[in-house]
Nanobody, 127 residues
Framework: QVPLVESGGRLVQAGGSLGLSCGAS????????MGWFRQVPGKEREFVAA????????YYSESVKGRFTISRDNAKNTMYLQMNSLKPEDTAIYIC????????????????????WGQGTRVTVSS
C-alpha cells in the first residue's frame, strides 16, 4: 500500500483560497499517476482533478475548472491542489489517489483507475 497522506484542509470563507498537499513518505510518487477526489458524507466520491506522472498533463472536472490547479513536485514526492474562489459547494473531504501506470503522459479520471488512496483532509467553505 502506498501511504498517501493529505494535509491542508481547514475552514475557509467563500471566495477564499486554500492549498492542499499529498505526500507519500518512503515511496517514489513519480512512478504513479495522481488525482484528487472529494466526498461529501452520504454521497458518492467525485472526481476533482488528475495529473500525469510527468506533470505535463492535467484534467479537471467542470465544477472546478478555472478555479483549481493540480500540480506535483516529483523531487519532493508531493502533489498539490490549489483551490481559489472557493464556494460552499466545494465543502467535502478531499482525498488524494495514486495509480501505477507506465505512461508518463496519461491521466485518470475514473475512481476505479486508482489503486491507492489517502484518508482525506476536510475542507469546509462557509458562506
Amino acid at each position: 500500500q502506498v501511504p498517501l497522506v493529505e494535509s491542508g484542509g481547514r475552514l475557509v470563507q467563500a471566495g477564499g483560497s486554500l492549498g492542499l498537499s499529498c505526500g507519500a513518505s518512503g515511496w517514489t510518487l513519480s512512478t504513479y499517476g495522481m488525482g484528487w477526489f472529494r466526498q461529501v458524507p452520504g454521497k458518492e466520491r467525485e472526481f476533482v482533478a488528475a495529473i500525469s506522472r510527468s506533470g505535463s498533463n492535467t484534467y479537471y472536472s467542470e465544477s472546478v475548472k478555472g478555479r483549481f490547479t493540480i500540480s506535483r513536485d516529483n523531487a519532493k514526492n508531493t502533489m498539490y491542489l490549489q483551490m481559489n474562489s472557493l464556494k460552499p459547494e466545494d465543502t467535502a473531504i478531499y482525498i488524494c489517489a495514486a495509480r501505477s501506470i507506465a505512461l508518463w503522459g496519461a491521466v485518470g479520471v475514473k475512481e476505479n483507475e486508482y489503486g491507492f488512496w489517502g484518508q482525506g483532509t476536510r475542507v469546509t467553505v462557509s458562506s
